[in-house]
């Protein structure tokens, strides 16, 4: 028997292995859902998705992935983050992380550059406007019979309110997830559950950039 | 205190460095990577005069002074009646190349070990080489030199009719203990050690450690009471407690706290440290053996194959005091072993991101 004094340590759950030789990385859980979901419709099977827990941990994140079990395997890695505000900057930072580690950065987003691993980067919506992944799904969810509903619905809380919701992508998003069964899915659940249209034109970048990894 | 060790030629490591090594020193990687390989290599490079000259050994019971203990084999002899046991040792059973086992301490000095295969020539020996061929293993001996970090230096001659002895035999200088088989440690190991930290009034130096995990842990005498001597704590519920009771994992955490204890100012080399020991007291134990580690100065290498024993580690050496812990992994690269050493940082993010480090 343990005594009651020595036991505090919780079962620690098992920690997260690099079993395919291509890694693509996202910013947390919705959007390794939302890719995982995506690639299963490509039927793209080498690829291994991860989150390195928003942005600001990225650095930190790259430092330990070099030194992970199996890295030394990976034959290609995809960085993706949200342009935010801004597209080009949003680039740029990445870029700098991936060349502080000796990491070879592609000219431009959407691009693969050859490597020892060879390295890719796409910067959402679409690597020249601000934004982020929910507004890339927004696009492809363009002639959906709730955008009617959704953008009567904020043009209600813009007046209540004297002003947008500052996130709009964001919480358009959450409201046609709401009008989804069930009602309280995250984006990742509902592209797992198969609601998000892969085939629409809008993915075309992102179906090219997976592609190519 | 050893900051780096470089490895040439020796069983499966080609060219080999592990650096920078730290008070605590975790070795992780897959089976039959070359953690073993790596602990008996460090144990030849501190300890050549016990490996090589064991019957000269201040405590000739002790078998585990044949670096082959390592392997499980308890008397594999110094006889080169069989080349293949000692060609064991050398890369790629590649027997014209020399092993060389290099420690470099953190004040810059270096002790270095080399073996080599030389043939018996009457107009001088000569070393053996791929392009010499040899069939009489009466002209082949292994030749072990150490150079020790004073400057001194001796040489031992292994052939068929045994080991000869160096001239002006040189005693290791840095205190070393093993604790590898946890399965046959007995009690009266742990109380043989136990006395000669009591012989020089150290004892509650032990008890002081074990109260990281046993609070109520007052001392710890030997007794004779109930038959052969063992080690008995008194813990504040009359009678004094037989350790063999107090759980598995006390025992354990004596075990390495005493050899932690006997090698002050040396090394311990452990393998598999997690033994015996539940997940959930891990960081307990962890805490105990960090402050022993420190107490007696003690450098510690232990292979592990156990994420939670890594997690427990971290989180004791996060917890007080300088960061003097290092995990490094064994990993096969193109087919050749490097080491995969992790700082605090890239372990803290690899444990709060759960990322998988052995």
């Not at chain 2, 490094?328 to 709060?352: P, Q, W």
Request: aromatic residues 8%.
């Amino acid at each position: 028997m343990i005594p009651e004094q020595l036991v505090e340590t919780p079962q620690p759950a098992t920690p997260r292995k690099l079993d395919k030789p291509k890694l693509l990385i996202g910013e947390g859980k919705d959007e390794v859902l939302v890719f995982e979901a995506f690639l299963s419709h490509l039927g793209i099977l080498d690829i291994q998705v991860e989150d390195y827990c928003g942005k600001d941990r990225l650095p930190d994140y790259l430092d330990a992935l070099s030194k992970q079990s199996g890295f030394a395997q990976i034959k290609s890695i995809g960085v993706t983050r949200d342009a935010d505000a801004d597209a080009a900057g949003a680039f740029a930072s990445l870029c700098d992380h991936l060349s502080r580690r000796s990491l070879v950065t592609p000219a431009a987003s959407g691009n693969v550059r050859p490597g020892t691993p060879s390295v890719g980067v796409m910067i959402f919506p679409d690597g020249k406007n601000g934004g982020m992944l929910e507004d890339l799904c927004l696009a492809a969810l363009g002639t959906d019979s709730l955008t009617k509903c959704i953008d009567v619905y904020f043009n209600c809380v813009e007046a209540a309110k004297n002003a947008p919701p500052k996130k709009i992508a964001k919480a358009r998003i959450h409201a046609w997830l709401a009008a989804q069964e069930p009602p309280d899915l995250r984006l990742g659940m509902a592209a797992q559950k198969g609601l998000i249209p892969w085939n629409n034109n809008s993915f075309d970048q992102l179906r090219g950039f997976l592609t190519a990894l | 205190m050893i900051h780096s060790f470089h490895i040439k030629n020796y069983r499966g490591f080609s060219d080999f460095k592990i650096e920078p090594l730290e008070q605590v020193n975790l070795i992780a990687g897959s089976n039959n990577v070359g953690k073993t390989s790596l602990l008996e290599g460090l144990y030849l490079n501190i300890g050549p005069a016990a490996a090589f000259s064991s019957n000269l050994d201040s405590n000739p019971d002790e078998s585990s002074t044949r670096h082959n203990i390592f392997r499980g084999f308890k008397d594999i002899g110094y006889q080169l009646d069989n080349v293949v046991k000692w060609g064991w040792l050398f890369y790629g059973k590649d027997l014209s190349k020399n092993v060389e086992l290099a420690s470099t301490l953190r004040d810059g000095r270096v002790q270095e070990i080399t073996m080599g295969w030389w043939i018996e020539h009457k107009s001088g020996d000569v070393p053996l080489t791929s392009d010499i061929p040899f069939d009489d293993l009466k002209t082949l001996y292994l030749k072990a030199t150490a150079k020790y970090i004073d400057g001194s230096e001796q040489k031992w001659r292994i052939d068929r009719s045994g080991h000869r002895l160096p001239e002006n035999y040189i005693f290791d200088s840095t205190p070393l203990r093993l604790l590898f088989n946890v399965s046959s440690r007995s009690p009266q190991e742990d109380t043989k050690w136990f006395s000669k930290l009591a012989d020089v009034g150290r004892e509650d130096e032990v008890v002081n450690t074990l109260r990281v995990i046993e609070p109520r842990l007052k001392d710890l005498a030997v007794s004779t009471s109930d038959g052969p001597a063992m080690i008995y704590g008194d813990i504040g519920v009359g009678r004094r407690v037989p350790m063999s009771q107090m759980g598995e994992g006390m025992v354990r955490l004596l075990s390495l706290v005493l050899e932690i204890a006997n090698a002050s100012g040396g090394i311990v080399l452990v393998d598999e440290v997690e033994n015996g020991l539940h997940h959930s007291v891990l960081t307990n134990v962890w805490k105990a053996i960090r402050t022993a580690a420190r107490q007696w100065n003690t450098q510690l290498f232990a292979t592990t194959h156990s994420w939670e024993c890594i997690r427990a580690a971290h989180e004791a050496f996060s917890d007080s005091g300088p960061y003097d812990l290092g995990l490094h992994r064994l990993e096969r690269n193109n087919g050749d072993i490097k080491a995969v050493t992790y700082d605090k940082k890239t372990l803290e993010t690899s444990v709060e991101m759960n990322l998988e480090v052995r």
